[in-house]
């Protein structure tokens, strides 16, 4: 819990919202070994659109937490145990 909200604010900053390119450089540097790393505009657009749900430009932290969700379920599903 604590790698997960640290993580958050080293790229959200005093702020704690990530901007899209502050989204895409926490995916492409944190969580590569789990993401395929976002080189399309279009797939960054996409996946942005869907975690903003208040559409107000910006990821918040309960938004990230569905996007964290996200990839445990899809790891869940994979991973051997």
Request: hydrophobic residues 45%.
């Amino acid at each position: 819990m604590v790698a997960i909200i640290t993580v958050f604010h080293k790229y959200s900053g005093n702020k704690s919202k990530l901007k899209k390119a502050e989204l895409k450089h926490l995916i492409n540097n944190e969580m590569s070994h789990f993401i395929m790393k976002i080189e399309e505009n279009d797939t960054l657009d996409r996946l942005f659109a869907d975690l903003d749900q208040n559409g107000d430009l910006e990821i918040d932290f309960q938004e990230f937490i569905s996007l964290i969700a996200m990839v445990t379920s899809a790891c869940h599903d994979i991973i051997p145990l």
